[in-house]
């Protein structure tokens, strides 16, 4: 056990936050606790979390129970007071995932500066997302990995089976949206594909 003082923000973080999910995240936290655990660096610098440290000082909440891993463990938070079969229960996941769709900002600027730092970044965005983000011109070079370390390291007839109908599935149902992203069924690569280079 710890105290909520001995951790830092992270002055680089990428995520502003908005208004309104601030307002989601404390009316969370005051209605259901904790529902994720916050990740710090070895120095105590938060990763991921910052929004939730930060709102949970405010309102009140001081102690910290750490659990100290290297990233090869799987962390569960067990909450001994829930029952996924309840609304209580239910309403823990819905407002966890809410709260992250609406208190997300990214800070340009950040964004940028990571970018120029590491490539490894265009691994979780499309490059229209990235242009748009940006506002600006990001031509991504890409180079699948054809012996990659994490998940499959062969593609099936299955895998680009199941990603050709995903593919369909998305162009069939997209309406007017001209920009559909598709993932690599080898490498997980997410693409953003304009309908009109397939007409």
């Known amino acids: 056990m710890t105290k909520l003082t001995d951790f830092t923000p992270d002055p680089k973080n990428l995520n502003q936050g908005t208004e309104r ?13 904790f529902a994720r655990p916050v990740v710090a660096d070895k120095d105590g610098v938060i990763l991921a979390g910052n929004h939730a440290y930060q709102k949970a000082g405010e309102i009140g909440l001081k102690n910290v ?13 067990k909450r001994t007071d829930l029952d996924a079969s309840t609304a209580r229960g239910r309403m823990v996941a819905l407002a966890d995932n809410r709260t992250t769709e609406i208190n997300l900002s ?36 890409f180079e699948p990995e054809l012996s990659p370390t994490i998940g499959a390291t062969t593609t099936s007839d299955e895998d680009v089976e199941r990603t050709a ?3 369909a599935d998305k162009f069939d149902n997209s309406g007017d949206q001209d920009i559909v992203d598709v993932s690599c069924p080898h490498c997980g690569k997410l693409f953003g594909l304009a309908k009109k280079e397939f007409n």
């Open 21 to 33: 999910g601030n307002y989601a995240l404390e009316r969370s936290l005051r209605d259901y606790g």
């Open 106 to 141: 990214w800070d340009s600027q950040e964004f940028k500066s990571l970018l120029d730092d590491t490539e490894e970044i265009k691994n979780y965005f499309a490059e229209t997302e990235l242009n748009e983000l940006l506002k600006t011109n990001v031509d991504i070079e």
């Open 165 to 167: 109908r995903s593919m």
């Open 65 to 77: 129970r750490v659990i100290e891993t290297d990233g090869t463990e799987i962390i569960v938070h």
